[in-house]
C-alpha cells in the first residue's frame, strides 16, 4: 500500500512539473507578443515565475494561477519589468508598466 502511495506521489509530481513547463512556455509566448504589439524590446526571451496559488473562476472551478515577470526595454537602455497570469494553461492578463526617462542634465 505504501508503495502504492509513493508512485502515486511521483506520478503526481512529475504530472505538475510538465504541467509547469507548458504553462511557463506560453506565458513566454504571451509576454513575446505583447513586447511586439507595444513595439519593445523583450529582453533575454525567458520569464520568470514568481507566485503561484489556488484561484476560484467562474463555474467555481479552481485552477492553478501562475504569476511569471518578464523585462523590457522601450529604448534598449534602461529595463522595465512586466507581469503575466496565467490561471492554468489560459492568459489572465499582461500588464507592462511604461516609465519615462529624462536624460537631460538639469543645471
Known sequence: MQQLFIL????????????????????????????????????????????????????NLVTIERQYTFDFSTDGEQRESGIIIMAGHHLIEVHMDFHTYDNQNSA
Not at 19 to 43: I, N, P, T, W, Y
Open 8 to 59: 502515486f506521489f511521483l506520478f503526481l509530481v512529475t504530472a505538475y512539473w510538465i504541467d509547469s513547463v507548458k504553462v511557463k512556455e506560453l506565458a513566454r509566448k504571451a509576454g513575446a507578443l505583447a513586447c511586439k504589439k507595444h513595439d519593445v524590446q523583450f529582453l533575454d526571451n525567458t520569464v520568470v515565475k514568481c507566485k503561484t496559488g489556488l484561484r476560484k473562476h467562474h463555474a
